[in-house]
T-cell receptor
Framework: DAGITQSPRHKVTETGTPVTLRCHQTENHRYMYWYRQDPGHGLRLIHYSYGVKDTDKGEVSDGYSVSRSKTEDFLLTLESATSSQTSVYFC????????????FGEGSWLTVV | GQQLNQSPQSMFIQEGEDVSMNCTSSSIFNTWLWYKQDPGEGPVLLIALYKAGELTSNGRLTAQFGITRKDSFLNISASIPSDVGIYFCAGQSAGGTSYGKLTFGQGTILTVHP
C-alpha cells in the first residue's frame, strides 16, 4: 500500500458532463501524475505536478485539466466528457521523481456513454 | 514524442517454461523500468535499471539495460501460474525537467497454463 487513494473507483457518466477524479496521498510526496490506460497503448501521461500549484501537460492532455491546491490532493477534471475518454485512469506519486520511487494507485474506471 | 515498442504483445506458455520479452525505443533513456499489472490493480515495479549494460535480477526475473540505451529485455525463468498478468516496460529520461515522467510500452499479456 503506497498510501494512494483514488476516487471514485468506478463511474459511468454521460457525454458532455463534467467529471472530476481525485487522487489523495498520505506520503507527502512532491510529484504526482495522472495516466490513462487503453488497450494497445500501455499507460500514457495526461498531466503531472511537481509541487503545489505546479502542474504541466503530458502526452495526452487535450480535454483534461488538473489542479493541486495542496500536497496530498491532485484532481483530474474532464470539463465535458467524451466517449474517447472512456478509460482506466491511474494516479501515481513519487518522492524524488526517480523511477524506483514511483507508485501507482489502484485505478479509476470511467465509462462515458 | 518518444515511443516504446514492446514485444510480444501476448504469450501463452506452459508452467515451468522460461519467458522473454523486450522493448525498443526511438530515443535514449537513462532509466528502464519493468512493471507487472494484475487485473483490477495498478502497475507494480519489478525491476529498475540505471546503467547501460546493467543486468539485474529479482528472484526468477532478470532484466537488462541495453548498451545503446534504446532497449531492454525481461526474462522470467521457470514460470508459475501467479506470473499471469500484463508486463510493461517504461523508460525515464534524466535531467531536471523530466520530473519523473515515464513512457510506457504497450504491454505483454502473459498467460501461464498449469
Amino acid at each position: 500500500d503506497a498510501g494512494i487513494t483514488q476516487s471514485p473507483r468506478h463511474k459511468v457518466t454521460e457525454t458532455g458532463t463534467p467529471v472530476t477524479l481525485r487522487c489523495h496521498q498520505t506520503e507527502n510526496h512532491r510529484y504526482m501524475y495522472w495516466y490513462r490506460q487503453d488497450p494497445g497503448h500501455g499507460l500514457r501521461l495526461i498531466h503531472y505536478s511537481y509541487g503545489v500549484k505546479d502542474t504541466d501537460k503530458g502526452e495526452v492532455s487535450d480535454g483534461y485539466s488538473v489542479s493541486r491546491s495542496k500536497t496530498e490532493d491532485f484532481l483530474l477534471t474532464l470539463e465535458s466528457a467524451t466517449s474517447s475518454q472512456t478509460s482506466v485512469y491511474f494516479c501515481a506519486i513519487s518522492l524524488t521523481g526517480a523511477g524506483n520511487t514511483i507508485y501507482f494507485g489502484e485505478g479509476s474506471w470511467l465509462t462515458v456513454v | 514524442g518518444q515511443q516504446l515498442n514492446q514485444s510480444p504483445q501476448s504469450m501463452f506458455i506452459q508452467e515451468g517454461e522460461d519467458v522473454s520479452m523486450n522493448c525498443t525505443s526511438s530515443s535514449i533513456f537513462n532509466t528502464w523500468l519493468w512493471y507487472k499489472q494484475d487485473p483490477g490493480e495498478g502497475p507494480v515495479l519489478l525491476i529498475a535499471l540505471y546503467k547501460a549494460g546493467e543486468l539485474t535480477s529479482n528472484g526468477r526475473l532478470t532484466a537488462q539495460f541495453g548498451i545503446t540505451r534504446k532497449d531492454s529485455f525481461l526474462n522470467i525463468s521457470a514460470s508459475i501460474p501467479s506470473d499471469v498478468g500484463i508486463y510493461f516496460c517504461a523508460g525515464q529520461s534524466a535531467g531536471g525537467t523530466s520530473y519523473g515522467k515515464l513512457t510506457f510500452g504497450q504491454g505483454t499479456i502473459l498467460t501461464v497454463h498449469p
